[in-house]
């Protein structure tokens, strides 16, 4: 069974540009989660979805971010424009049932450098 | 904040050697959870915690919890070199239908 897949493992940006990272969660799992870790600090919650719907975005840092889960199936996070201080390692999580009630299984991470 | 907080935030031991982090935290929990990250790899779950629940093992793990201290114990019994990454623990909080919350982890590394 294929694990949870990011992609790009690395991106490197100029501060205004726009990245597009994508996780495909694993096959059935309805909840995906969005986590970012900043260099040295917590790994920060983003965002949940349940299939297709946004169960709980209240970590989205602003605006400037945009998630979406077509179709209940992969999910993009959009950071348009980036600011240097988006910069760290964003992680993407899947689950059959929710994170309150098990574990959560995790894709490698997209990392990401704004200059 | 729940936020769990691990201590150390780094630990060098030798091979066959005991290895102990701790990781407390701040409001009422429903469960606490350990991962392990190697180095560029993604989170990988390692063992949950019931608050009604004070031990738990798997393998060579064992995790304690003291909810009266808001603290968990993680210990890794005859270590190995395999067992170097990073050690991150994860709260629920027990009004249920949040998010984990992640510490900000210990590095832990096994010298062979």
């Known amino acids: 069974e294929a694990g949870v897949t990011q992609f790009p493992s690395h991106s490197v940006i100029e501060k205004g540009q726009t990245v597009t990272l994508r996780c495909d969660p694993i096959s059935g799992h309805d909840n995906l989660y969005w986590y970012r870790r900043v260099m040295g600090k917590e790994i920060k919650f983003l965002l949940h979805?349940?299939?297709?719907?946004?169960?709980?975005e209240s970590g989205m840092p602003n605006n400037r971010f945009l998630a979406e889960r077509t179709g209940g199936t992969y999910s993009t996070l959009k950071v348009q424009p980036a600011e240097l201080e988006d910069s760290g390692v964003y992680f993407c999580?899947?689950?059959?049932?929710?994170?309150?009630?098990?574990?959560?299984?995790f894709g490698e991470g997209s990392r990401l450098t704004v200059l | 904040s729940q936020q769990g907080e691990e201590d150390p935030q780094a630990l060098s031991i030798q091979e066959g050697e005991n290895a102990t982090m701790n990781c407390s935290y701040k409001t009422s929990i429903n469960n606490l959870q350990w991962y392990r990250q190697n180095s560029g790899r993604g989170l990988v779950h390692l063992i949950l915690?019931?608050?009604?629940?004070r031990e738990k093992h798997s393998g060579r793990l064992r995790v304690t919890l003291d909810t009266s201290k808001k603290s968990s114990s993680l210990l890794i019994t005859a270590s190995r070199a395999a067992d170097t990454a990073s050690y991150f623990c994860?709260?629920?909080?027990?009004?249920?239908?949040?998010?984990?919350?992640f510490g900000k982890g210990t590095r832990l590394s096994v010298i062979a």
């Open positions: 994860a709260t629920v909080s027990s009004s249920g239908n949040t998010p984990l919350v």
């Open positions: 999580a899947s689950s059959q049932k929710p994170s309150w009630t098990g574990e959560l299984f």
């Open positions: 915690i019931r608050s009604n629940e």
């Open positions: 979805f349940v299939k297709e719907s946004k169960q709980d």
